[in-house]
């Protein structure tokens, strides 16, 4: 698709599309039912993400409501120079052009992130997991429902309704142009996308988390994020997988035992290293490959630590580049640990359950990446661009 959609055009289906979410909110509900009725229920994490509820179709209208409300993100200067021969030079932020998003059983997903990638001027192709087929078929009539009100193509959003054989080879072989494509779930299906696709891709998805408690801690504060960042939402990649315990904190055991009876009453499955084997109701890690692991489950690791440069080393080993947190009363050594420690979000005294786009303050995302290029951490609309030169001359050659 050549033509780009003026601004009021985009924002006028985003917020029809808002509209008609609250209208059809009770007959969205409904087809999840029938997703969830289908769903087997063996992964705990993969259910919470396959439901629709109240509050999920109220942060879906909110998520379209403040992308209406936000700036273009296209044509925006990023460069100027003026040549000396006279050429007037602009570099401006431009669309990607089309955008596959595939995902797994999350209908919202459906409606946010194909919600950043249109505000952005991009088509969208949605690749949705077969689990939430019912929620994804209804949310996307929807967006045509929108776009037919404004005269609007409806090419602009396409659900690709493929099996896993007709998924691979459209990425071997796309029947049309894909600039860019965005898997969200499991590293297995990061590793498929990775393995088949024939344009860029944006990793996003995998988490295992980590929370360091200094010697310095306030051990009330470190015991609620510890607490907040686990229990919260176990199926969200910003929870907490990993803890660190500095071996200089005072009388650190007594900690870890009130952090165990904390946890006890979430149901939190504890494994701990070989140094924290005298506590009851813990499993002793015999293999270090659990320290890779994400969870997404009431499961925890819990480790101690001689020193914040050990913290970090380990850190950056293990973690999976997403979030990790210092709880210190020591502002140098949080500093320390934030500049150093290699994840996309680092916190000092705060949940890593905040990496999430609307909670930092971008209205929305369409991924987390941990990726390094083009953009880290939450995507939101204003990274959902690539760039373009403008150089305007009057027969200057060279």
């Not at 409904?30 to 259910?47: C, I, R, S």
């Not at 296209?74 to 570099?91: C, P, Q, S, Y």
């Not at 369409?366 to 690539?386: N, W």
Request: charged share 25%; with cysteine; proline share 2%.
């Amino acid at each position: 698709m050549n033509k780009i959609l003026t601004i009021s055009e985009r924002n006028n289906v985003l917020t029809t599309m808002a509209e008609l979410i609250r209208e059809e909110q009770y007959a969205i509900i409904k087809a999840n039912k029938k997703d969830l009725d289908g769903y087997n229920g063996e992964d705990l994490a993969m259910e919470d993400r396959l439901k629709v509820d109240d509050a999920k179709i109220d942060g879906m209208i909110a998520s379209l409501k403040e992308l209406a409300s936000q700036e273009d993100p296209l044509g925006k200067e990023r460069f100027h120079f003026k040549h000396d021969n006279g050429m007037d030079i602009f570099n401006k932020t431009a669309p990607f052009g089309t955008i596959m998003i595939i995902y797994e059983s999350r209908p919202d997903v459906t409606v946010e992130a194909a919600g950043i990638a249109f505000k952005s001027g991009n088509k969208i192709l949605l690749k949705g997991g077969k689990e939430s087929l019912n929620s994804n078929l209804l949310i996307v009539d929807l967006w045509h429902r929108a776009m037919k009100k404004h005269n609007v193509s409806t090419e602009w959003v396409e659900y690709l309704q493929f099996n896993r054989q007709e998924t691979q080879a459209f990425l071997e072989n796309p029947t049309q142009q894909i600039d860019l494509i965005v898997p969200r779930g499991g590293e297995r299906l990061i590793q498929f996308v990775k393995e088949n696709a024939n344009c860029p891709v944006i990793v996003s998805g995998r988490g295992n988390n980590f929370v360091y408690v200094h010697k310095n801690a306030d051990l009330d504060l470190a015991m609620k994020v510890i607490i907040n960042a686990k229990t919260a939402k176990i199926s969200a990649c910003n929870a907490l997988d990993k803890v660190l315990i500095d071996t200089n904190l005072p009388n650190y055991k007594d900690f870890v035992a009130k952090l165990l009876d904390r946890l006890a009453e979430f149901n939190v499955d504890v494994h701990v290293d070989k140094e924290l084997n005298n506590f009851d109701s813990v499993t002793v890690i015999e293999d270090d490959n659990i320290w890779y692991e994400e969870f997404l489950d009431y499961k925890i690791v819990i480790g101690v630590i001689d020193s914040v440069e050990d913290a970090i080393a380990k850190i950056n080993k293990y973690s999976g580049g997403h979030s990790a947190a210092i709880i210190t009363k020591d502002n140098d050594v949080a500093d320390l640990f934030m500049t150093t420690v290699d994840s996309a979000a680092v916190y000092h005294n705060a949940s890593t359950r905040f990496t999430d786009g609307g909670a930092l303050g971008l209205g929305g995302e369409l991924a987390i990446s941990t990726d390094k290029l083009h953009q880290r951490g939450p995507i939101g609309l204003e990274h959902l661009v690539t760039n373009k030169w403008y150089i305007h001359g009057n027969g200057q050659i060279r």
